[in-house]
């Protein structure tokens, strides 16, 4: 079998705002410090790439790479990318980004990402990540329901997560207001899914200033980038 000793990943978190990367040794620990950018404008996906290549000139070397993408993936193809350029949709980044890498690349949802290096992987754990757009994982007993996407369903007031607790909303809205419906969406997330255990992630997470039930945690924002090392593992 082959030993997985000395394989380091590339983990990169495709933001609405940031792009941002950082090496992981084999127990999934930094080994380098993060690098950003930010997201390109138009966000299509050769600036992003590029945006990606660039961080990569200061992380040294690593031998696979594990991509969160702020949209439905599957195989490695982008089906949604709701807060980036539609020119998203239906492109295969996992082999445009192997071909200029020239290392085998894994891309997942974001909040899947994120989900994976969070996660206590026993009973139903669900993960809200706050930042340009509202991301969700879940799972049960440690495996995931991939691609779930909570932020595009109704949550109050004829709008979706997304549009209620998105970054547009906290600017619009301001802390106070955007924290009240925070604590609306989390019972009625706590109504839907019955969770043991919630984790609110994302850039926006250190904003949250309601009292929080016990089991909901916030995770650091750097979980995006941890959870890249589960990618490779079974
Ligand atoms: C996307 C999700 C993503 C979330 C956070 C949403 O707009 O639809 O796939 O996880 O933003 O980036």
Do not use: C
Not at 35 to 63: C, F, V
Not at 91 to 98: C, E, K, N, R, W
Not at 167 to 192: E, F, M, Y
């Amino acid at each position: 079998m082959e030993s997985n000793v000395n394989l380091r990943t590339l983990s990169v978190d495709i933001g609405g705002s940031g792009v941002k990367v950082m090496v992981l040794d084999t127990q999934g620990n930094p080994i380098t410090e993060r690098g950003r950018l930010e997201t390109p404008k138009p966000a299509k996906p050769q600036p992003i790439i590029d945006a990606i290549t660039q961080l990569t000139s200061n992380q040294g070397d690593y031998e696979r790479v594990s991509v969160g993408f702020p949209g439905v993936v599957k195989h490695g193809t982008v089906e949604t990318a709701a807060n980036l350029h539609p020119d998203w949709i239906g492109f295969d980044l996992a082999i445009a980004l192997s071909k200029i890498l020239k290392r085998p690349v894994r891309v997942v949802n974001d909040a899947d990402m994120q989900g994976l290096g969070a996660i206590a992987g026993k009973g139903v754990e669900l993960v809200v990540t706050l930042g340009t757009g509202f991301g969700s994982a879940l799972f049960v007993n440690g495996k995931l329901l991939p691609n779930l996407e909570m932020g595009h369903h109704r949550f109050r007031k004829r709008e979706s997560y997304e549009q209620q607790l998105g970054r547009d909303a906290l600017d619009k809205v301001g802390h106070k207001k955007w924290n009240k419906r925070l604590g609306k969406a989390i019972a009625s997330l706590s109504h839907l899914f019955n969770y043991d255990y919630l984790y609110i992630g994302g850039g926006e997470a250190k904003k949250v200033s309601i009292d929080l039930p016990s089991n909901v945690k916030i995770i650091p924002n750097i979980t995006g980038l941890l959870g890249g090392i589960n990618l490779w593992r079974d």
